[in-house]
């Protein structure tokens, strides 16, 4: 057997606002993924369950000022490949959620270290 480079997952917490709420109060805290392995990046794995609506957005930053949003607006289960190098990813409520929370999890490799 050779040396082997498990994958890592980091679960992270999404922001729940509520359906009273403004959309606007639901951006999750940054994660750093910076030590996680290109070109193969990460998935970043959004979890809804069956009565939950609301819609999220995956954003990522490599100065966690500016953000850039990864493929469409999520409305259900899904996951977003982050295909290249970036230093932090996180989760933007951009609807307001109801009946119940999402959950969501980063996972890659981590960088090699010579």
């Known amino acids: 057997m050779g040396i082997r480079n498990p994958l890592e997952a ?13 959309a606007s109060d639901g951006a999750s805290a940054a994660l750093d993924i910076s030590h996680l392995t290109s070109p ?17 957005q995956v954003q990522v930053s490599n100065d966690g000022t500016n953000w850039f949003a990864v493929g469409a607006d999520v409305t ?22 109801a009946n119940g929370s999402v959950s969501a999890t980063v996972v890659g490799r981590p960088s090699w270290r010579q």
């Open 10 to 22: 980091q679960a992270f917490t999404v922001p729940q606002t509520t359906i009273t709420g403004p």
């Open 76 to 97: 259900a289960t899904t996951k977003r490949s982050l295909a290249t190098d970036f230093m932090q990813v996180r989760v933007v409520c951009t609807v307001n959620t």
């Open 40 to 56: 193969t990046g990460c998935d970043v794995l959004l979890i809804y369950p069956a009565t939950v609506t609301g819609t999220y």
